[in-house]
């Protein structure tokens, strides 16, 4: 109860704060579905369009290798401009790359240039980083018990980025003949153009003094066992998503098989990448992260064996698909490790370390996947992605012997 001249009673003030919650994870799901478009566009044509402008067929996957090098590259930038000016202000940063790199490769494809092209995947890169802080964007300001739900709500965003993005190339790559893919990417900017106007809403907290100062050191940090095993596992599980997602579509395509079968088999991929983010929060909630992370291995371990075992579209398909499904237990339970690993005021640093070397590495496997394809085929893809998965799960359980470390205060 209130009264006039006291100001709003503290459960009038709680509900308020409730409601701000959701309504920035909303707009962080829903700008999530738009700016999941992008990185989507650039894994189905990416290695498409360098296999028909590079001037060698071992350089086709480049563009993709490139767009993870800006993943890696901008991660920390961003992380600072996130620390110093507030989250808002690096979203709006990240989706004005997301624009340009929209403008740029339509621009490339029309004058046929590789290294233009490529230069525009570098920002693609950029904007694909800015817009995996969503997930810890939600949590900012949340109960400890609701930061697992919010930040795989805010992940399942990607569903509808997994049926917008593979939708848009079928639908406009032909659309400015004779330009393979023009249109495609001026849809694309157009997309991340609404995906800005929807983050003008969100209302998160502005940043502290104390994140300001940044808190304990990152290598003290870095070197908690925990964080060490949580991003081991974000590692592996992103980087053999990746490996193994871009050579997919032209695995297929030197198969025989279409450009539709790759799309629509990278729309599965994407889709089963982020619809169990609707039941990933709780899952983490009931059986703690590390058990979700290992069941993401062992489906990613599956999706190799599965690819192994044939080269028609169904084994593609569904090897994509448990490929996802493996990411989002793993990346997502991974995730989750790392908000147990900091204090408030350090969250940008180091969920922005995190991130840097996730992507760092997985710019490496995009680099060798295209290689390896070309030089040793599809089965030799799968078969390396073995050995990233006995690294991390033997890191769960060096973890799991461990006494538990004190909590992290929130």
């Known amino acids: 109860m209130s009264y006039a001249g006291t100001g709003p009673s503290l459960a009038e003030e709680a509900a308020d704060a ?5 309504g920035n994870v909303i707009r962080l799901t829903v700008a999530q579905a738009l700016a999941g478009a992008n990185a989507v566009v650039v894994y189905a044509t990416g290695a498409i369009i360098g296999n028909m402008l ?8 480049l563009p993709i290798s490139v767009f993870v090098i800006g993943m890696a590259a901008c991660t920390l930038p961003a992380g600072r401009i996130a620390q110093r000016h507030g989250r808002r202000t690096a979203f709006l940063a990240g989706t004005g790359c997301g624009v340009l790199v929209g403008l740029l490769s339509a621009l490339a494809v029309i004058l046929g240039s590789f290294w233009l092209f490529c230069c525009a995947t570098f920002f693609g890169g950029a904007y694909a980083a800015v817009v995996l802080s969503f997930r810890f964007a939600a949590t900012d300001g949340v109960a400890p018990e609701r930061r697992p739900r919010a930040l795989s709500f805010v992940m399942a965003g ?11 190339v079928t639908y406009t790559m032909n659309l400015w003949p004779p330009f393979l893919f023009a249109a495609t990417y001026l849809a694309q900017a157009a997309v991340a153009a609404l995906s800005a106007l929807v983050l003008m ?6 940043p502290t003094a104390g994140e300001v100062a940044g ?10 066992p925990r964080f060490v095993t949580a991003v081991v596992c974000g590692v592996v599980s992103y980087l ?7 050579a997919a579509p032209l695995a297929m395509r030197l198969c025989g098989l279409t450009q539709e079968d790759a799309n629509l088999g990278l729309q599965w991929h994407v889709i089963a990448m982020y619809a169990p983010s609707f039941f990933t929060g709780p899952l983490i909630s009931r059986f703690g992260a590390p058990r979700v992370v290992a069941a993401g291995l062992a489906l990613t371990a599956v999706a190799a064996a599965v690819g192994l075992a044939g080269i028609d579209v169904a084994h593609f398909w569904l090897s994509l698909i448990l490929l996802g499904l493996g990411w989002n237990f793993g990346f997502i339970g991974a995730s989750a490790l790392v908000l147990e690993c900091h204090r408030p005021e350090e969250k ?20 060798s996947s295209g290689g390896l394809l070309t030089l040793y085929g599809w089965d030799m893809v799968l078969w390396v992605s073995f050995l990233p998965l006995a ?6 359980l060096t973890t799991a012997m461990q006494k538990p470390a004190a909590p992290v205060l929130r």
């Open 18 to 22: 409730l409601a701000q919650e959701r």
């Open 54 to 61: 590079a001037p060698s067929p071992a350089l086709a996957t």
């Open 158 to 168: 990607g569903v509808f980025a997994g049926v917008l993005g593979p939708q848009l």
């Open 201 to 206: 809403g969100v209302r998160l907290p502005p």
């Open 215 to 224: 808190g304990r050191p990152l290598g003290v940090i870095a070197r908690q």
């Open 240 to 246: 053999l998503m990746n490996f193994i997602m871009t």
């Open 348 to 367: 940008t640093r180091v969920q922005s370390l995190n991130d840097f070397v996730v992507f760092g590495t997985m710019a490496i496997g995009s680099l």
């Open 391 to 396: 690294v991390a799960v033997g890191a769960l």
